[in-house]
């Protein structure tokens, strides 16, 4: 842990933990659901894990006793999904924020939220109230902006808030193959008010997307079932994560 930030882990220096730049070295992220998947992702070269229990519902909040395990056992970044049940809708979300409390008093650092409005617009208003409870610590907005009814409108309403510095994207809701052009324009955007922070392309990415994205400047690549081929019955392949290291490398 980086003493001087304890929300950026001390491997990555202020120019990799950045905005989206054409750095030399790609971010992987992979979707860990438990201690196996965690060791098996670190050993294969993943820069980070994000960490979800339940993808029948397409990753919800961990508990906090799985953190803790995970946290332990590698020494890799993690992000913890903070999300109550499917869909993107808040609800309730003060039983949320107790456990993102939680999450911090464990020792969580950095997180994964988004809420979206029964119109397709974010709530805003969740989303304030879970980031007031991370107080600064970094976190990604995560593929909800790929159903939002304005995506734009979405980037330009979190503008701002702190420790926003990701968007994980596929740039459509049906994968990175329909999302790829909405991808490489929003990646010629960055700089712009709301187009600050790092792409992490994911969501249907295979490795044939790689020397697109990287063309266009995108450097945060994010896998889950790619990570696993025999698929999400099965731990993570620390091969697989492997294989895409050395693609993301240039190997």
Not at 142 to 153: G, N, T
Request: contains cysteine.
């Amino acid at each position: 842990m980086n003493l001087m930030n304890p929300t950026k882990p001390a491997e990555l220096d202020d120019d990799e933990w950045g905005p989206m730049s054409k750095r030399a070295v790609p971010v992987l992220e992979v979707i860990a659901l438990d201690v196996e998947d965690a060791v098996a992702a670190q050993a294969g070269g993943a820069d980070r894990l994000e960490l979800v229990t339940d993808m029948a519902a397409d990753g919800l909040t961990p508990p906090v006793g799985t953190f803790v395990g995970i946290r332990a056992a590698v020494d890799i970044a993690l992000r913890v999904m903070l999300r109550p049940s499917d869909g993107f809708a808040a609800g309730n979300v003060e039983p949320l924020v107790r456990v993102a409390g939680e999450l911090r008093e464990a020792g969580a650092v950095e997180f994964v939220l988004g809420f979206l409005d029964a119109d397709g617009g974010v709530d805003l208003a969740a989303v304030e109230r879970v980031v007031g409870m991370l107080d600064g610590c970094r976190w990604t907005f995560h593929r909800a902006i790929d159903h939002a009814a304005d995506r734009d409108a979405l980037r330009k309403q979190l503008d701002g808030l702190p420790g926003l510095d990701t968007y994980l994207t596929a740039g459509s809701a049906d994968g990175v193959d329909a999302g790829l052009p909405t991808l490489l324009r929003e990646a010629g955007r960055g700089g712009e008010p709301g187009y600050e922070q790092r792409l992490l392309a994911g969501g249907g990415l295979r490795l044939d997307h790689v020397p697109q994205l990287r063309d266009a400047g995108i450097d945060g690549f994010h896998i889950g079932g790619a990570a696993r081929p025999g698929g999400w019955g099965r731990p993570v392949s620390a091969a697989a994560v492997a294989t895409w290291r050395r693609v993301l490398d240039g190997g």
